[in-house]
């Protein structure tokens, strides 16, 4: 699915802040994107937060696939491998990360990861 920005660095958020905090960019639910997809035995489903997307390009993400496709490491053993090499590459100041990529895109200079929470759901479809 394309990314949901205000504009970069600013995604959208769904967030309760706390009473009287001000200053922030708050979305609803309403605005979420929604797809109605058809999925098959054998589908790979990544759902995932930007603190993933930031430090992950999309062939990465495929490589680690790769073991969960030829049934050599389950779903969650794959799961627990691609939210830990993005934690790893988050703080590794010498990684070329998408998020410095695009930072570079918008006139910003930016090396390594982007340390952020990262939350991932796998899903392969039985």
Known sequence: SEEQVHYFNAPFQLTLPPEGYRGFIGDTPDL????EIRVEKGDIIVLATDGLWDNLTEQH?????????????????VCNALALTARRLSFDVTHNSPFAVKAREHGLSAA???PDDITLVLLLIA
């Open 32 to 35: 979420a994107d929604k797809k």
């Open 61 to 77: 993400v495929l490589d680690q696939l790769r073991p969960l496709i030829e049934e050599k490491a389950t779903v969650q053993e």
């Open 112 to 114: 390594g990861g982007k």
